[in-house]
């Protein structure tokens, strides 16, 4: 009898550890569940705001090209007037291969490359 008290107690001692065992089990999984909720939200956060320098990007890339396009436009404007007050002042010069987007090189009125 005292054998199976001996054994009975082990068994109660190693259910007892097990218990304890599971209970370490479940605050983990638990805890790890907390740490994955937050990831994805973390990982939400992340892709709204991909998304909003994303759509800044797109903004920020037309308004350069508008920058562009304006400033194209008034430096033509201004060759142009440049072309028209020489053209005032020294009316017998034929200026009609003046271009704004030619450049003198060698001697020559050329393209720009």
Not at 16 to 29: F, I, P, S
Not at 54 to 76: F, P
Not at 87 to 98: G, R
């Amino acid at each position: 009898m005292e054998k199976y008290k001996h054994q009975a107690a082990a068994i109660e001692e190693r259910v007892e550890g097990l218990l304890l065992d599971k209970t370490k089990a479940e605050k983990a999984v638990s805890d790890l569940e907390k740490e994955k909720t937050s990831r994805t939200k973390d990982k939400g956060n992340f892709e709204k705001k991909i998304g909003e320098l994303e759509g800044d990007l797109v903004k920020a890339k037309d308004e350069a090209e508008n920058g562009k396009i304006a400033l194209v436009s008034q430096s033509d404007g201004g060759f142009e007037r440049v072309k028209s007050q020489v053209a005032f002042m020294f009316p017998e010069l034929d200026l009609s291969a003046l271009d704004s987007l030619k450049i003198v090189q060698d001697g020559k009125l050329i393209d720009e490359p």
